[in-house]
């Protein structure tokens, strides 16, 4: 009876998938908009603790093995569809606090920190480096352009503030 409604196999997986997506879109599409009175650190600082707890698991677990899928039979283009989807989020987000152009920032360490955490279960490491790029988008997006010169500097010739190479 269900494949008759959907036709194939196919077609109720990507119904089925589709619905999913939705409703992560919806979830963590709320958990990143801007709310009154809070800087947006704060947002994205909730924003991760709920993607990263329990009921989050399930949606990155799911998109996360098809976005790797080789082939993306069921949902062509899906790696694109999966990062455009959240740049406007977070570009109305980030435009709160003036720097609306680290969207793509934001997400490229959102995306690493969970692969590493997906692929280390070390919460307290991933949870560690997320709030000490929040740290980072703060002084960036703060008047104190200075800090924000300095951060930008120590990026761009590859040292951390104790001076040694990034391992990447």
Do not use: C, K, N
């Amino acid at each position: 009876m269900i494949i008759y409604h959907f036709g194939t196999r196919d077609a109720l997986l990507r119904a089925v998938l589709g619905h999913a997506r939705q409703r992560q879109l919806d979830t963590f599409g709320d958990l990143l908009r801007v709310r009154p009175g809070e800087p947006y650190t704060a947002t994205l600082d909730r924003a991760w603790t709920l993607i990263t707890d329990p009921g989050g698991q399930p949606y990155l677990r799911m998109f996360g093995q098809l976005r790797e899928s080789a082939e993306q039979q069921l949902w062509p283009d899906f790696r694109r569809t999966a990062t455009t989807d959240w740049l406007g989020p977070l570009e109305d987000g980030l435009r709160s606090i003036g720097r609306p152009e680290l969207a793509t920032l934001v997400l490229a360490v959102i995306r690493g920190l969970l692969m590493d955490l997906d692929a280390t279960a070390d919460t307290t490491r991933t949870d560690r480096a997320f709030h000490d790029f929040l740290d980072a988008v703060e002084q960036l997006s703060s008047g104190d352009r200075a800090t924000a010169g300095r951060f930008q500097e120590r990026a761009s010739s590859g040292t951390t503030s104790s001076g040694t190479a990034w391992d990447m």
